[in-house]
């Protein structure tokens, strides 16, 4: 089996004027002689990041896999801190992203361009197995390769399902804010849901949001707490910062 733990919360919202938040979801596995992040984060993500691999006593060197479930920068760019490891992305995804032009646009496309000429680059098809006990599933309309990844062969499974589902409010409503393809993200998320009500007790990691569970009603429900917040600098004293606590909804 493998030991999940989630380093860093993603969170299911975004600036109003300041551009993507990029605060996803990072998780590490460790088992089956392998040491596995699911996501690896965006620049801003470094600092706390780092912290939580320390904690978690995992040096960057000793990190074998980066499974990659889509290529944009708030889950993607960090692959170049673990020197050893294996990056997996979807075929798809990789073909996409490469041939696509710069612009205005979430695709980091100088780390795309590295990314494709990694030594140590694994190309995933729809249904295909990988590592142990991973299954990869195409779930196109956010991007056109985005790759759900199931885990089976733990106590309960669990799908991490990156930004094809980044929230709970995406898996209630079958509705997806910023993708490329609302039909294509909606059927993906109906194959989400497939994946999830599998097996009782499968637990579902999203790109933007907390760990679910369905409940006894068939609903989502979280497991753990949020935590969120900034502080900023809004006096001439530097010691002195305002805090905003951003766990918890305000309508």
Known sequence: MYKIDVLVQGYPGKSLCHGGLGWSTIALLRGHGRTILIDVGAFSIRPEFARQLKAA?????????????????????????????????GKVEMDWATSHPVG????????????????????????????????????PGHTPGCLVYRLAGNEVPVVFSGDAAKNRAELLSLATDMTMDAGASRASLERIWQLWRQVPGTLLIPGHDLTMRLDATGRPAYIGQRRAGIKAWFTEDLEVMAEFDISAPRF
């Open 104 to 139: 205005f646009n979430p695709l980091p496309e100088l780390y795309v361009a590295d990314l494709a000429k990694h030594p140590k680059l694994r190309l995933l098809s729809d249904g295909e197995g990988f590592l142990e006990g991973f299954t990869a599933h195409l779930c």
């Open 57 to 89: 006593d995992c040096p960057p060197e000793s990190v074998t896999d980066v499974v990659l479930t889509h290529a944009h920068w708030d889950h993607s760019v960090n692959y170049t801190l673990f020197p050893n490891a294996s990056v997996w992305i």
